[in-house]
């Protein structure tokens, strides 16, 4: 099959701009019906609301003519992030579109999923970064998007495209729920047993008094710097210290010094045996890394002395940012008194978080191979490189 015919936008869909408040109105305080999207909330082909906000009933009326449907497809029209696009989910449906972004519905000739994954080629992606320019300010208008061209197969082929590409996505999605779910579950455990002092064997264990209220006998209070070590990402290394991995870079964590090679550049950071916690030392954010990662400015890797439970150590830095609201800088953040449990709890709780901590990153890894192939196959089969029209497919969509 030699390809698809192509057409521009403004012949097989309907394009509308979202709204912003009147001046003068603001974001209602309590939670409503009415969810606002704002340009922050899409990319990759979702829109998640990232920090909710509501307009009130009386606002939500007089903007009643700016609401998305599921399925409906938007992209960002304005900003630093201009061109992302995202498909409105079911939970969003009703929900009114900022006027930083658009709204895009097919007219019949082409299926919202179809669309979806035409709008996400590098083809697509490279006409909206042609269209908005070199402006100082990068704006996507209505005009300039009727203006991309997308290949339009006959519907059932694109009914077939679409079931093969979102059946890796609706995978993608159901991993995603299991890791949302498990990664709430390390998090009730530790409130439990270390905010809540209900850790197992807790009623044998009378409660004693500290600088930090009432806890649990056998208990200490600490401050950070007694129980972190900070990683030097320093610029030296041997072809001696590296072991044979290629480009994979190792940690020589007796020297608190990262080692490797990426092009003859030691400029990347991996994980050793042991995962090692980022700290952004302006956002105040967190992550446990296990798998290889770069690292920027501003990032500060560390890890737990006396090889304490890094996940013990992860959440109970965590807790200190999160709950107490602390939005400062790692050099104040050391300084800070925690509440540092038992070491017999801090070992059963350990291996509980390294069952679930595998079990998700398991789940992550297949995610990363699903999207690779995904990815491999999405402009293979928009361009109609790969021919599907005599495959026998369920199609679920078409417009």
């Known amino acids: 099959m030699k390809g698809f015919s192509r057409v521009q936008l403004s012949e097989i869909v309907s394009i509308k701009g979202g709204k912003r408040l009147p001046l003068g109105e603001n974001f209602s305080i309590e939670k409503t019906s009415h969810p606002y999207i704002r340009a922050r909330d899409i990319g990759n082909g979702n829109i998640k609301i990232q920090e909710a906000v509501y307009l009130s009933d009386k606002m939500a009326q007089k903007l009643s003519s700016y609401t998305v449907n599921t399925g409906d497809v938007c992209i960002t029209i304005v900003g630093a992030n201009v061109g992302e696009m995202g498909v409105v989910p079911q939970e969003l449906s009703g929900a009114n579109l900022t ?48 203006t991309i061209e997308i290949p339009l197969p006959p519907l059932s082929t694109q009914g077939k495209i679409t079931t093969i590409l979102s059946a890796y996505d609706d995978l993608i999605e159901n991993n995603q729920r299991r890791i949302k779910i498990l990664e709430e579950t390390t998090q009730n455990i530790y409130r439990e047993w270390f905010v809540k002092f209900r850790f197992p064997g807790h009623e044998k264990v009378k409660k004693v008094d500290s600088t930090l209220g009432m806890i649990p006998e056998g208990w200490e209070i600490k401050k950070v710097q007694e129980i972190v070590r900070r990683l030097k990402p320093e610029m030296v290394y041997k072809q001696s210290d590296v072991k044979p991995y290629g480009k994979t870079i190792v940690i020589d964590q007796s020297r608190d ?43 500060v890797p560390f890890i737990a002395n006396n090889k304490m439970s890094i996940y013990y150590l992860y959440y109970l830095i965590h807790d200190l940012v999160e709950t107490k609201e602390y939005k400062r800088h790692w050099n104040e953040l050391v300084g800070k008194e925690i509440i540092y449990s038992d070491s017999s709890i801090i070992k059963q709780f350990d291996f509980q978080m390294r069952t679930i901590f595998e079990q998700n990153e398991t789940l992550k890894n297949v995610n990363l191979n699903l999207r690779r192939t995904r990815d491999m196959l999405l402009p293979k089969l928009i361009s109609g490189e790969i021919d599907v029209s005599d495959l026998d497919i369920r199609i679920e969509e078409v417009a």
């Open 257 to 299: 010094t990262f080692l490797g090679f990426h092009d003859n550049k030691p400029d990347l950071l991996a994980t050793s045996d042991d995962p090692i916690i980022i700290f952004g030392d302006h956002t105040c954010k967190m992550q446990l890394m296990v798998t290889p990662f770069s690292i920027g400015p501003n990032v």
């Open 99 to 146: 006027e930083n972004a658009v709204r895009i519905k097919s007219t019949g000739k082409i299926g919202q999923g179809f669309l979806k994954y035409t709008l996400l080629t590098e083809d697509a992606m490279a006409q909206m970064k042609v269209l908005v320019g070199g402006a100082a300010q990068p704006k996507l208008g209505i005009y300039k998007i009727q």
